[in-house]
């Protein structure tokens, strides 16, 4: 019996956690550099070598992708919509989502407060 070859799936896993986030963040309008802050990885890092889902770097991509999902589905996928959502005070947060994402403490507070409004639709 023959044995197929089998990529990692470390390595597959890593590529697509990696151009999820780069999508979003690209719908949003969100430069590559900011992004990165985001989820505290540098530029090019993100496109060379990915982004291991179960690294803290990781985590705060699958919430930024969690925050797109939320937004997506609020503004049924527009994308003026979503960058105007992301770009305006929100008196919740008494700042822009876009400012509250750059911490930690902020992108899951955001995640929270979108899973809150996604919640009475």
């Given at each position: 019996m023959s044995e197929a070859v089998r990529v990692a799936p470390e390595s597959s896993d890593k590529a697509l956690?990696?151009?999820a986030l780069?999508?979003?963040a690209k719908a949003?309008?969100?430069?590559?550099?900011?992004?990165?802050?985001?989820?505290?990885r540098n530029r090019t890092g993100l496109t060379r070598d990915g982004i291991d889902p179960a690294s803290k770097s990781g985590e705060l991509a699958l919430l930024f992708i969690r925050l797109y999902r939320s937004v997506y589905a609020l503004t049924g996928g527009e994308r003026e919509a979503m960058t105007h959502w992301l770009n305006t005070p929100n008196h919740y947060f008494e700042d822009?989502?876009?400012?509250?994402?750059q911490s930690?403490?902020?992108l899951v507070r955001v995640v929270h407060y979108l899973d809150a409004?996604?919640?009475r639709i």
């Amino acid at each position: 019996m023959s044995e197929a070859v089998r990529v990692a799936p470390e390595s597959s896993d890593k590529a697509l956690l990696s151009k999820a986030l780069l999508n979003a963040a690209k719908a949003f309008g969100l430069p590559q550099a900011e992004i990165a802050s985001v989820v505290g990885r540098n530029r090019t890092g993100l496109t060379r070598d990915g982004i291991d889902p179960a690294s803290k770097s990781g985590e705060l991509a699958l919430l930024f992708i969690r925050l797109y999902r939320s937004v997506y589905a609020l503004t049924g996928g527009e994308r003026e919509a979503m960058t105007h959502w992301l770009n305006t005070p929100n008196h919740y947060f008494e700042d822009t989502p876009r400012e509250m994402i750059q911490s930690t403490e902020g992108l899951v507070r955001v995640v929270h407060y979108l899973d809150a409004m996604r919640g009475r639709i």
